[in-house]
């Protein structure tokens, strides 16, 4: 069945009248484009389309037919109220950026005009609208035609070939809605449809515009690849000051492989929380990770509007890798709310290849370099604040932790993990001679284990709202268990130097 019958009905006695322009003239027929801004170019081969197919139709569109000194809406009214055709031009379907209400509008003034006129029975059949997507549900009690870059059987047609003349063209809904604006306008036909050339007027101008709608969506996004593990959230309209950010119980969406592999949770969402705590559990203290810390201080500045400051800190995946979470870009929403991606870039490798005792030692060697340069002098600088006032002793004490998480991340990056328990053998002993240096180093490190749980406890008992514990408290606890750790460390740099130089001797017997 063609468009014209699914429309009309089969029966010419069923068609409806020509509709007369206000002032009684049937010699032109009006026909109305509507269209968004952004669909200027199908407008125009549309319009190109219609009045090379007959002299008689009077096509008018807003950019052409309108004057610098024209009142706009007056002008439009008027045309609207001369044509017997209303086209909308839907291309590419809902977007955000994309405002159809002006359509509508007039699409609604030529709907009555016909009430008017007491033609209501021909609303449906005169308000048209062309598409190449899914179908406008608030034009679907209208007659749409849907362009396609094939035809009915599916064959393609060959659109960007200025040349190409196929029949194929002819069993297109396009082809039918010219043919339906040829034939139904008046009582006669505008164009004898048997004739060759005015079929091949037809084909031309279906080519012309399904190739404008093609063109009109050919930069349009229709996927995104993600290189590197990715997740998502949704922060909500600021509605305080220093903003929302990321609420525990926010949904988080992860891309390629980003929960399965970065914090082994086998769903592509999970709460922010159950994701929080996932992440504490694999530290010993339970301490949630630093750069979640950041990452949600992050999402308040985005919250706000302002620029996200980029944590230091990086993530181990449950996947052995390391990974640096980056906040790469957000999405704004007219409500104020914001869909923030953050990116896991893959840390380069660092660590050693602890096979060798010389990779090993000089790794712990480094560490204990950075913990004297780093963590010794904060422990300084809490005993110099005795009489601090408690704010900023408590600054110093957060400092003083993410210094040693800091230190020891590092650590893990070169391939030292810490003793789960006092059980489990350092690997850095490995390296080492039997004898006093080594047995020494195994209770120093297993001092510090305990001492570290001590410390990073305390802290915490320190921030919790429910414990009793003063930030001056806990500055002395770890002023009391820092006080030898000058000296230990001193020890430590000397064994390590005497080891590596005695290692290196043995893994390289050539230069003996």
């Not at 930069?219 to 220093?242: H, K, T, Y």
Request: aromatic letters at 10%; proline letters at 6%; charged letters at 30%.
């Amino acid at each position: 069945m063609s468009l014209i019958d699914r429309w009309f009905g089969p029966s010419p006695s069923t068609a409806p009248q020509p509709l007369l322009s206000p002032d009684g003239d049937t010699n032109r027929v009006g026909v109305f484009v509507s269209y968004n801004h952004s669909e200027m170019r199908v407008a125009d081969a549309l319009v190109e389309t219609l009045t090379s197919l007959s002299p008689d139709l009077d096509v008018f569109i807003d950019h052409a037919g309108l004057e610098a000194s024209d009142d706009y809406e007056a002008k439009i009214s008027s045309s609207i109220r001369a044509s017997q055709w209303f086209v909308i031009i839907y291309s590419g379907g809902a977007k955000p950026d994309k405002d159809m209400s002006w359509c509508f509008y007039e699409a609604g003034q030529f709907r009555a005009k016909l009430e008017a006129a007491d033609q209501v029975k021909s609303i449906r059949e005169r308000i048209c609208y062309l598409y190449d997507g899914e179908r406008p549900s608030q034009l679907s009690r209208y007659q749409g035609s849907l362009i396609s870059t094939t035809d009915r059987a599916r064959n393609p047609l060959n659109i960007t070939l200025e040349s190409d003349d196929s029949l194929g063209y002819e069993n297109t809904e396009l082809f039918d809605f010219l043919e339906l604006v040829l034939t139904k306008s008046e009582a006669k036909p505008l164009r004898d449809l048997q004739d060759p050339v005015v079929r091949k007027l037809m084909r031309a101008g279906v080519r012309k515009v399904t190739l404008a709608f093609w063109l009109n969506r050919i930069n349009d996004i229709v996927g995104e690849e993600v290189f590197q593990p990715r997740i998502s959230f949704r922060i909500p309209p600021p509605v305080l000051p220093e903003g929302v950010g990321l609420s525990a119980d926010a949904i988080v969406t992860g891309e390629y492989r980003a929960l399965q592999d970065i914090f082994s949770i086998a769903s592509t969402d999970a709460v922010w929380s159950d994701i929080k705590a996932k992440s504490a559990k694999r530290i010993d203290s339970g301490m949630v990770p630093l750069w979640i810390n950041d990452l949600e201080a992050a999402a308040r500045e985005v919250g706000r509007g302002d620029v996200p400051h980029q944590t230091d800190f990086l993530c181990l995946g449950t996947d052995g890798r390391y990974y640096r979470p980056i906040i790469a870009r957000y999405e704004k929403f007219r409500s104020g709310a914001k869909k923030c991606y953050v990116a896991f870039i893959p840390s380069r490798d660092r660590r050693f290849n602890l096979t060798f005792k010389t990779s090993l030692l000089l790794s712990a060697l480094i560490l204990s370099i950075r913990f004297r340069q780093r963590v010794l002098p904060l422990a300084d600088d809490l005993k110099k604040a005795g009489q601090a006032p408690e704010p900023k002793k408590a600054e110093l004490l957060q400092k003083f932790q993410n210094e040693i998480v800091m230190v020891e991340a590092e650590a893990m990056e070169f391939g030292l993990s810490p003793p789960k328990d006092e059980h489990d053998e350092p690997p850095l002993l490995s390296s080492f001679r039997d004898g006093p240096d080594k047995e020494f180093l195994r209770e120093e490190i297993i001092k510090w284990s305990t001492t570290r749980l001590r410390i990073f406890s305390t802290i915490g008992d320190a921030r919790d709202p429910t414990k009793t514990l003063s930030w001056s408290e806990a500055a002395t606890t770890v002023i009391t268990n820092f006080a030898n750790l000058y000296q230990i460390n001193g020890r430590f740099v000397d064994l390590l130097c005497n080891e590596l130089l005695y290692a290196e001797k043995i893994e390289r017997p050539d230069d003996k």
